[in-house]
């Protein structure tokens, strides 16, 4: 049994200088602030007995001024654990306040971002044993804190959402073989936003009873068809691994070089380097099923009809819907290009550049943030644009924190509640941004770069003539309803399972 302390959660609300008020015996100095635990581990031990485990996690620092940072922690470490009666101790991040995001630190941030106070905390525990904790994604990882010292026990909360095998392939040398967790937080969206259950975009089995260590059933010989995947993003190479491991006869096509799709101009964004995860071990998974992948061939109707498949599962992706207020013919030109196809061309030119670069958005997805900053990074100012009254509606909170701090601190201005007016001058650097509601006009007069992420449409242009040639077609992914990465996995693995 673990006793959370940390979080903001309520016994750390007792524990905190700057929560707790009280002027009983549960309030005012460091041993009263404390006594609500080491009362309640008294009481536990006395219930439980001697040998059963009772885990203690404290807040290491919560990072709210005049709360508890890693001096504080210090001083409750060691008072806690002075009756020897907890069999270990973790210490956290954040709390249920403007810190929140810390407490399930994300990709944006490094690898173990506890450790420099874990590895200090160490030494005030009175010689109990201290449970590393945080974003210990990696095998190597947890060996190297264990190795050096810095604590007896490595914590896995979230790698083992990704991956419930994860300590036995570790075990034994597979560690290629792991789907490692994101740090993307959908898990604890799903669970605490969106109240549905555990998800995970590198699980798709995630609480299914055959989750840990899946590696589907062979189908019977007569039951086993041709397959011909189209498209080798995340969804469709989730369809291919499984399908083919299934017995089936699996042929994917794929536009680009690599599998991946969009993911791959994810993981060159800021935050976006745990994404090569997924497509690893699906590219993984897809050879050892047998899967043939033909990439760099933007397959036709006639190229798949022609393997005479017996379905076909299509993963073509979506593309971005121009807005309302660019003109037809400026849409035709391409100058104001979408998001996804302006990125690659942004991220190939690393230099600084003057004026302002704007981004409208209706996406509010997280990519489009890491868009965001990847702009910052070469224009001297960016500016977001949405008809919203604030940004990052489609970002559960955990996230949506992390992504208001690093606008604020890039200084990425965002400018809600309207929307640009397309003019002439506009070829000229001047952009319009017209009120909502007052129809008041503010000006950019340095515009450099005018994008947008926007709602988008599947591309499902191949479904009508493979169906009229007789051809069951199975759509995944953005193909299929374009949304985020969650459902790309979700729904190519349901398609590879059931096809
Ligand atoms: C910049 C960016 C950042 C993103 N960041 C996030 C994020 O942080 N989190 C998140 O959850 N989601 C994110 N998304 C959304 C997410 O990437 C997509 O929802 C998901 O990757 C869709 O996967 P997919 O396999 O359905 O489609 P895609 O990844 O679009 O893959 C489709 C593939 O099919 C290929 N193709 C199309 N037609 C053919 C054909 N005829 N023959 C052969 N190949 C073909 C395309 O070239 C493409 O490679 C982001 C998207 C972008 C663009
Ligand atoms: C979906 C989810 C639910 C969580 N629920 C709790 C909780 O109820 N109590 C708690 O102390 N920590 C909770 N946590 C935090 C984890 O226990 C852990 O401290 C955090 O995820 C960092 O560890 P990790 O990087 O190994 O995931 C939760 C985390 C996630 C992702």
Same mark, same amino acid.
């Given at each position: ?207 299914? /009873? $055959?989750?840990?260590?899946?590696? @589907? #059933?062979? =189908?019977?010989?007569?039951?086993? &068809?041709?397959?011909?995947? +189209? ?105 104001? /290009? $979408?998001?996804?196809?302006?990125? @690659? #061309?942004? =991220?190939?030119?690393?230099?600084? &550049?003057?004026?302002?670069? +704007? ?105 009508? /003539? ?34």
């Amino acid at each position: 049994m673990e006793i959370s302390c940390g979080h903001g959660h309520l016994f750390h609300q007792f524990l905190s200088p700057w929560a707790n008020r009280r002027d009983d015996e549960y309030g005012g100095d460091w041993d009263r602030r404390t006594r609500i635990v080491t009362e309640l581990v008294a009481a536990l031990r006395d219930a439980c007995g001697a040998g059963f485990i009772i885990g203690l996690k404290l807040p290491g620092d919560d990072g709210i001024p005049g709360s508890i940072g890693p001096a504080e922690a210090a001083i409750i470490g060691d008072l806690v654990t002075r009756a020897r009666n907890v069999d270990y101790v973790s210490f956290a991040g954040g709390a249920h306040a403007r810190t929140l995001e810390m407490h399930t630190p994300d990709r944006h941030g490094p690898p173990m971002p506890y450790m420099h106070f874990i590895r200090e905390l160490r030494h005030h525990l009175n010689d109990v044993p201290l449970m590393a904790l945080g974003r210990i994604t990696d095998p190597a990882e947890a060996d190297g804190i264990l190795a050096r010292g810095e604590a007896s026990l490595i914590a896995l909360g979230r790698p083992l959402v990704a991956d419930p095998a994860w300590p036995n392939k570790a075990a034994a040398g597979r560690t290629w073989d792991i789907r490692y967790c994101l740090s993307c937080n959908t898990c604890w969206g799903a669970i605490v936003m969106m109240r549905v259950p555990i998800a995970c975009v590198n699980n798709p089995r995630v609480s299914r /009873p $055959d989750e840990v260590d899946y590696w @589907p #059933e062979p =189908l019977p010989e007569a039951d086993r &068809q041709r397959v011909v995947v +189209v498209g080798a993003g995340l969804a469709g190479m989730e369809a291919a691994w499984v399908a083919a491991a299934r017995g089936h006869d699996v042929t994917v096509f794929g536009a680009s070089d690599m599998p991946g799709g969009k993911a791959l101009l994810r993981e060159k964004l800021p935050g976006g380097e745990t994404v090569s995860s997924i497509y690893d071990y699906q590219a993984v998974a897809a050879k050892r099923a047998g899967a043939v992948l033909k990439l760099g061939r933007n397959a036709n109707a006639q190229d798949i009809i022609a393997l005479q498949p017996g379905t076909v599962i299509l993963a073509t992706g979506s593309t971005m819907i121009p807005p309302d207020w660019l003109p037809d013919d400026i849409r035709a030109e391409g100058w104001v /290009p $979408d998001l996804r196809t302006a990125m @690659p #061309e942004v =991220l190939r030119h690393p230099g600084q &550049q003057d004026g302002t670069a +704007v981004l409208y958005d209706t996406d509010h997805t997280e990519a489009t943030y890491a868009c965001a900053e990847a702009l910052r990074a070469r224009f001297a100012r960016v500016v977001i644009v949405t008809p919203r009254d604030t940004i990052a509606t489609d970002v559960q909170m955990v996230t949506r924190q992390g992504i208001l701090r690093r606008m604020a601190e890039q200084r990425i201005e965002i400018a809600t509640l309207c929307e640009p007016r397309w003019s002439d001058a506009c070829a000229e650097g001047r952009l319009e941004l017209v009120n909502m509601y007052t129809g008041n006009v503010t000006v950019i007069d340095d515009l450099a770069l005018l994008t947008y992420a926007t709602p988008r449409a599947p591309d499902d242009s191949l479904t009508a /003539p493979l169906e009229a040639a007789g051809i069951r077609v199975i759509p995944v992914g953005d193909a299929r309803a374009p949304q985020e990465m969650l459902f790309a996995t979700a729904s190519g693995h349901a398609a590879g399972e059931t096809v």
